[in-house]
Structures are given as structure tokens and as C-alpha cells.
């Protein structure tokens, strides 16, 4: 190996190993995890994984009415096909409705279905145990206050940035 390639492979290794990245680096191991616990448990218990029950929570906030699917795609970051290939399957297991927008015949509006809201709630109780096992417990009273606040504020800045 070469001077040259040996000094860039120690600059790399330094950034590589920098406190910022591996900061970063536990919240995004937190996050994929605590989603994937989650994910498991919805799977397992309610039959759903953990992106149907974000759409479920998006349909389910306001009783009677109706998200058009550009916006779930939007809320969740998907794309036009990625949102009708899920609501596909969702239709398929029953747990939504499309029906058409009033005066847009180009759009259609997503709705849960009576068994989606049952197994919302289910889905609900389920989230909120693992929630409260692997996020809020671990960290005590004032730090979860902090730890929350602080997400607030960077999730505030992302959006305004």
C-alpha cells in the first residue's frame, strides 16, 4: 500500500469513527430497531406490519373522513405506485375502501373499513406496549421530557429547512 492510499484510508477511518457519526449512528440503530420490534409484534399479534398501521393511524384520526392517497404517499414517503401497491393489499385484507373524490375523478380518497378500525385498535394497544417497553421506560421521567422535546425541535428544523 502506498502512502498516498495509506493516509486516505486513516482520514476515512477517522471521519468513519467520528463522534457525530456515531451519535447519529445510535439514534438510527434506536429507530430501525424500536421499528422493527414493532413491526414483529403487529405482524405476529395483528396480522398487519408497521406501515399499514401508519396508514391506519392517518386514516383513523378523524372519524368520517376520508385521506386521499397522494397525501398518505406524501405523509409516508412513498411513491404513487409504492401507495397503491399498499392500499392494494389493504383493500385485499379488508381493512380500507377507496372511493371516489367528490368532483376529481382523477383522485381517490382511502377510508378504513369496520374491520380496520378493529384491528387499528388492536394494532394500537400492541404499538403502545412496545413503545412503552423499548422507548419510554428506558429513560427516565425528565430525560424522556428532554429526549422528546429535543426530537420536537430537530424534526421542527427539518421541516423548515
Known amino acids: 500500500m502506498n502512502a498516498a492510499t ?3 484510508g486513516e482520514a476515512a477511518a477517522r ?11 445510535l439514534l438510527i440503530k434506536a429507530a430501525t430497531r424500536l421499528e422493527q420490534r414493532i ?14 398501521f401508519e396508514v391506519l393511524i392517518r386514516l383513523c384520526r378523524q372519524p368520517d373522513e376520508r385521506v386521499s392517497q397522494r ?13 397503491t401497491r399498499l392500499i392494494d393489499r389493504m383493500e385485499e385484507a379488508g381493512l380500507v375502501r377507496r372511493v371516489p373524490a367528490p368532483g376529481d375523478r382523477r383522485s381517490v380518497l382511502v377510508q378504513p373499513t369496520e374491520h380496520g378500525h378493529a384491528v387499528f385498535l388492536r394494532a394500537a394497544a400492541a404499538h403502545a406496549e412496545v413503545v ?3 422507548f419510554v421506560a428506558p429513560v427516565a421521567g425528565e430525560d ?6 429535543a426530537l420536537e425541535v430537530i424534526n421542527k428544523a427539518l421541516r423548515e429547512g
Do not use: K, P, W
Open 71 to 83: 397525501e398518505l404517499a406524501d405523509d409516508l414517503t412513498l411513491t404513487s405506485s409504492g401507495i
Open 15 to 25: 471521519a468513519a469513527n467520528s463522534r457525530r457519526v456515531q451519535e447519529f449512528g
Open 132 to 134: 412503552e417497553q423499548y
Open 39 to 52: 413491526d414483529t409484534v403487529l405482524r405476529r399479534e395483528c396480522g398487519i406490519g408497521h406501515t399499514m
Open 144 to 149: 424522556y421530557r428532554r429526549l422528546t422535546n
Open 6 to 8: 495509506r493516509r486516505g
